[in-house]
């Protein structure tokens, strides 16, 4: 059974850094897409950032560029997102989701979600 586990949200202020964590167990293919995504009251499940297990490559939205990081430690079975200089803008429930098709930010190429952790931004 794959489960996706996610950890480190919370409030933070404007201007403020979080990092969190997706936890992968049970997938037992060496081939596989972790994606963050990110979703607003009112508002559609927006991609954040992705990562291959296999060579590494990310791809971010514009949103985000240059105040995010993805990185994955292949050891522990985990991938973080760093966030620096956050905004109110970045509130949302942020997901992790595991894909073994194309890279992407695309919801639908991904099958299988975490239940998501709390990001507020707020003074």
């Known amino acids: 059974q794959v489960q996706l586990v996610e950890s480190g949200g919370g409030l933070v202020q404007p201007g403020g850094s979080l990092r969190l964590s997706c936890t992968v167990s049970?997938?037992?293919?060496?081939?596989?897409?972790i994606g963050w995504f990110r979703q607003a009251p009112g508002k559609e499940r927006e991609g954040v950032s992705c990562?291959?297990?296999?060579?590494?490559?990310?791809d971010y939205a514009d949103s985000v560029k240059g105040r995010v990081t993805i990185s994955r430690d292949n050891a522990k079975n985990t991938v973080y997102l760093q966030m620096n200089s956050l905004k109110p803008e970045d509130t949302a429930v942020y997901y992790c989701?595991?894909?073994?098709?194309?890279?992407?930010?695309?919801?639908?190429?991904?099958?299988?979600w975490g239940q998501g952790t709390q990001v507020t931004v707020s003074s």
């Open positions: 989701a595991l894909g073994v098709g194309v890279q992407s930010l695309l919801s639908r190429e991904y099958s299988y």
């Open positions: 049970g997938f037992r293919l060496n081939y596989y897409v």
């Open positions: 990562i291959s297990s296999s060579d590494g490559t990310t």
